[in-house]
C-alpha cells in the first residue's frame, strides 16, 4: 500500500479504555487522512493533516485526537473508548499533489465491549 | 455540502453478465474531482479512477468504463463480462478542485458480488 502502514490490525477495547493508533509513511508526503469505514456509510473523515504539527476536524470527530509531532507519523488515539467506536479506520495519504488522490493503509479493526 | 448516493446496496449477477454501479453527486462547487475505489474482500482500498469536471468524455479501461455526465451529476460505473474477482463493495467519492486539503466525500458504497 505505497508505503503505508497502520498499527494495530485488531483491537478490542472494553468500554472507557484508551488507545493509539499508528499511521506511518515511509515517504515524504504532507497530506494524511483518518477515516472511519461502517456499513451503510461508507468511509466518512475523522481528522486530517496538511503537514507536520498540523491537524484539522473531518466530518466526525468527536472522541477522537490526532497528533502529527512528525511528517511520517500520524497518530490517532481514542481517549476514552465508546461501543460505537466499533469500527475499521483506515489511514490514508494524499500521494498525487494537486490531485486528491488517496492512497490507503491496510485498515485497523477495532472493537469496542 | 457535498454528497454522493449511491443508491445500490447490494448487486448479484452471473460471470460475464454486465454489470452498471451507479453514482450521483451533489456539489456547489464548479471544479471537482470523482473518483471511484474498489474495496475487496480482503479489505484494501484501491484506487480505479479520477475525473475532473471539466472532461466529460467516458473512459474506458479494459472491461471497466465510466459514463461523466454533468447534466444529471452521475458517474456511473460499468463493468462488461463481470468475473468472480470483480466481486467487491465499489465505492464512488467526490473532491473540489484543483487540490485544497479537504478531502473526498465517499458514498455508501455498492457490494458487487459475481456468481460462477
Redesign the interface.
Known amino acids: 500500500?505505497a508505503g503505508v502502514t497502520q498499527t494495530p490490525k485488531f483491537r478490542v477495547l472494553k468500554t472507557g479504555q484508551s488507545m493509539t493508533l499508528l499511521c506511518a509513511q515511509d515517504m515524504n508526503h504532507e497530506?494524511m487522512?483518518w477515516?472511519r469505514q461502517d456499513p451503510?456509510?461508507?468511509?466518512?473523515?475523522i481528522h486530517?493533516s496538511?503537514g507536520e504539527g498540523t491537524t484539522?476536524k473531518?466530518?466526525v470527530p468527536d472522541g477522537y485526537n490526532v497528533s502529527r509531532l512528525k511528517k511520517q507519523n500520524f497518530l490517532l488515539g481514542l481517549e476514552s473508548a465508546a461501543p460505537s467506536q466499533t469500527s475499521?479506520y483506515?489511514c490514508a495519504l494524499?500521494t498525487a499533489?494537486?490531485?486528491?488522490?488517496?492512497?490507503?493503509g491496510?485498515?485497523s479493526r477495532l472493537t469496542v465491549l | 455540502a457535498q454528497k454522493?448516493t449511491?443508491a445500490q446496496?447490494e448487486i448479484s449477477v452471473v460471470e460475464k453478465e454486465d454489470v452498471t454501479l451507479d453514482c450521483v453527486y451533489e456539489t456547489r462547487d464548479t471544479t471537482y474531482?470523482l473518483?471511484w475505489y474498489k474495496q475487496p474482500p480482503s479489505?484494501?482500498?484501491v484506487?480505479l479512477i479520477?475525473r475532473n469536471s471539466f472532461d466529460e468524455q467516458n473512459e474506458i479501461s479494459g472491461r471497466y468504463s465510466w459514463n461523466f455526465q454533468k447534466s444529471t451529476s452521475s458517474f456511473n460505473f460499468t463493468i462488461t463480462a463481470s468475473q468472480v474477482v470483480d466481486s467487491a463493495v465499489y465505492?464512488c467519492a467526490l473532491?473540489d478542485?484543483?487540490?485544497s486539503?479537504?478531502?473526498?466525500t465517499?458514498?455508501?458504497?455498492t457490494q458487487l458480488t459475481v456468481l460462477p
Open positions: 500500500n497530506y487522512y477515516y451503510g456509510l461508507g468511509l466518512r473523515l486530517y496538511v484539522a473531518g466530518e475499521v483506515f494524499r499533489a494537486g490531485a486528491n488522490v488517496l492512497t490507503f491496510a485498515g | 454522493v449511491q446496496t474531482y473518483f479489505g484494501e482500498l484506487f479520477r465505492f473532491s478542485f484543483p487540490g486539503a479537504r478531502q473526498l465517499f458514498g455508501s458504497g
